[in-house]
Every structure is written in structure tokens, then in C-alpha cells.
């Protein structure tokens, strides 16, 4: 399912992603996407079920750096399921796991032409910088201790009926879109 969904992408959204050019993933990959592996967790799964009939139709990958503040992250949004708010409800999920691992601040790398990104980020309050390593990209951040939880997930259940078109039942941990 997961390797049938970074096929479907478009090319210019696996590399956006991936942050290079790539048609599918590895062996390696698909495992680290499925297995924990050290600091690195396994992938978020935003499906779509229609009548008993799953879709993949997002995903998010998140890693403690070794410092034990920092929370890495990248996700990809199916681009039939777009402008939903399925990548802020991915970016928040991601944000709540990295809090509750005690980690202060949630950072991804995007390319500075990746404008949808950027604009997503800044507006749940990440800061966007310069990347020291590569000027290509910028470095996305935002502190987490600064966040309220209670408005995340106020936001979140906002969010989940927007993607769910205002059938979402209650907000569960697992990104289940029912139609
Ligand atoms: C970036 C990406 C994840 C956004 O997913 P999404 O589900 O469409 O994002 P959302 O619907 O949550 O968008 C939230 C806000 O971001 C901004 N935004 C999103 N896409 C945008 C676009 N194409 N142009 C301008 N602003 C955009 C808007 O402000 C939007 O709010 P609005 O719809 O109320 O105007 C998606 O475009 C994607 O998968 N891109 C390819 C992979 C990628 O770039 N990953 C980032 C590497 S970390």
C-alpha cells in the first residue's frame, strides 16, 4: 500500500518529499517507513475507507534527532486529497507524538520553492530560516512548549471534519477518513 502511494505521487511531489529525484522506495526505506528503528518512528498513514475499501491518502515520517530536542519530520499529502487540511492535520499529529516524547521543537527541511509547504507551516506558527547546509532548502521549526494542547485539538477535530466532509466521527488517534 505505502510503496503503491509514492508511485501514485506525482514526480515533482516524491521529490519534494524526498527532498531528490526517486521513483519508489527502497527495501530499506519501506522498512524504516514500517519499523522503529532507533529515534526513528514508524510512518503516519492518513487512509480513506469507502465502503471497506482503504486508501492510502497521506503520510508523515518523524525522527528524535540525537540531541533529544529536536523532532525531524517530513509528510506527503495525495494530491486528489489537497487543500483538506490533511497535511496541517498531519503536522499537528506529528507535533503531539514529539510532545509526548518530550521533545521541544519540531524542524523539517523543504525546499524554498516549496511554496504550499512554507505556507502550511507558517500558518500553524512555524518560523522558516535559511538552511546553513544547503541553499536550497529552508529549515521549518517551531517550539513546541509555546503550543496549547487544548487548541491543537480543538483545532484537529476542525480540521478532521473539513478532510472528512463533515462525517468524521469522534477524533481518534488513527487518520481514518470514512466515507
Ligand atoms: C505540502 C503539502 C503536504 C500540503 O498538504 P495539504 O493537505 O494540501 O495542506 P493543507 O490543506 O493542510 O493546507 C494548509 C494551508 O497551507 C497553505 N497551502 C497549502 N497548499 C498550498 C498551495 N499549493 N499554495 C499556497 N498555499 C498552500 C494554505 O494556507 C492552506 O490553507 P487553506 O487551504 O485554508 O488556504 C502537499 O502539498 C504535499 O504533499 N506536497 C508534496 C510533498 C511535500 O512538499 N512535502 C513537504 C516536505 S516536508
Redesign the pocket.
Known amino acids: 500500500m505505502i510503496q503503491d502511494y509514492i508511485r501514485g505521487l506525482f514526480p515533482a511531489?516524491r521529490r519534494?518529499?524526498f527532498l531528490g529525484a526517486l521513483n519508489e522506495l527502497s527495501a530499506n526505506e519501506l522498512y524504516r517507513m514500517t519499523h522503529r528503528d532507533g529515534c526513528s518512528y514508524p510512518a503516519l498513514i492518513a487512509e480513506h475507507v469507502d465502503q471497506g475499501d482503504c486508501t492510502m491518502i497521506g503520510e508523515a515520517r518523524y525522527a528524535a534527532a540525537p540531541d533529544g530536542q529536536h523532532c525531524e519530520?517530513?509528510?506527503?499529502?495525495h494530491e486528489a486529497?489537497?487543500?483538506?487540511?490533511?497535511?496541517?492535520?498531519l503536522v499537528e499529529t506529528v507535533s503531539f507524538r514529539a510532545r509526548a516524547l518530550g521533545l521541544r521543537h519540531l524542524v523539517?527541511d523543504?525546499f524554498r520553492s516549496?511554496?504550499?509547504?512554507i505556507?502550511?507551516a507558517r500558518?500553524i506558527g512555524f518560523v522558516v530560516l535559511g538552511s546553513a547546509e544547503d541553499a536550497r532548502l529552508v529549515k521549518i521549526t517551531k517550539d513546541l512548549l509555546l503550543e496549547d494542547s487544548s487548541q491543537v485539538w480543538n483545532e484537529r477535530a476542525t480540521v478532521l471534519r473539513r478532510c472528512a466532509g463533515g462525517r468524521a466521527g469522534p477524533i481518534a488517534p488513527v487518520l481514518s477518513l470514512q466515507s
Open positions: 511531489s519534494s518529499r519530520f517530513a509528510i506527503s499529502v486529497w489537497r487543500r483538506k487540511s490533511l497535511g496541517t492535520l523539517g523543504v516549496n511554496e504550499a509547504m505556507a502550511l500558518k
